[in-house]
């Protein structure tokens, strides 16, 4: 019977000594996890778009706003703790991105320009702009 799961990634911990004939199913799932932090998620967003809490430490958001403000909302901070949101207006719309969350003591964050970039990660009680580009 495997342990409890680690807390960040869900990872199967194979009991010493118990497990048998289990453990390479339990190792080869988690390097199917490891495998996947590999490379950073991309979604394409042309509508109000709420982000969800996935297992990747990063996540990459490329909006296309057209002519119209389009409302990006981040999650919970409390729930992701630790993770990053990469949110690029990808398009040269007249529309800018409404980034909704706590963020550096404002209520959202405005991505404006074509290719401008801003890069948020939870702090667990707020999202903090560690880039913009």
């Known amino acids: 019977m495997p342990g409890l799961p680690t807390p960040i990634l869900g990872l199967t911990v194979p009991t010493v000594g118990g497990d048998n004939n289990s453990w390479g199913g339990e190792l080869n799932g988690d390097l199917a996890i490891l495998d996947n932090l590999g490379a950073a998620p991309i979604v394409n967003v042309n509508s109000a778009y709420v982000a969800i809490v996935g297992d990747f ?5 490329r909006v296309a706003t057209g002519g119209s403000p389009l409302t990006f909302t981040l999650p919970t901070p409390a729930s992701c703790a630790g993770k990053i949101f990469t949110v690029k207006k ?8 409404n980034v909704v969350g706590p963020i550096d003591g ?28």
Do not use: C
Not at 90 to 97: F, I, K, M, Q
Not at 118 to 130: A, P, T
């Open 57 to 61: 430490p990063e996540t990459v958001y």
């Open 90 to 97: 990808v398009d040269a719309g007249s529309g800018y991105v």
């Open 106 to 133: 404002q209520s959202s964050y405005f991505v404006v320009n074509q290719f401008a970039v801003v890069r948020l990660i939870s702090n667990g009680g707020s999202f903090d702009v560690i880039g913009v580009y």
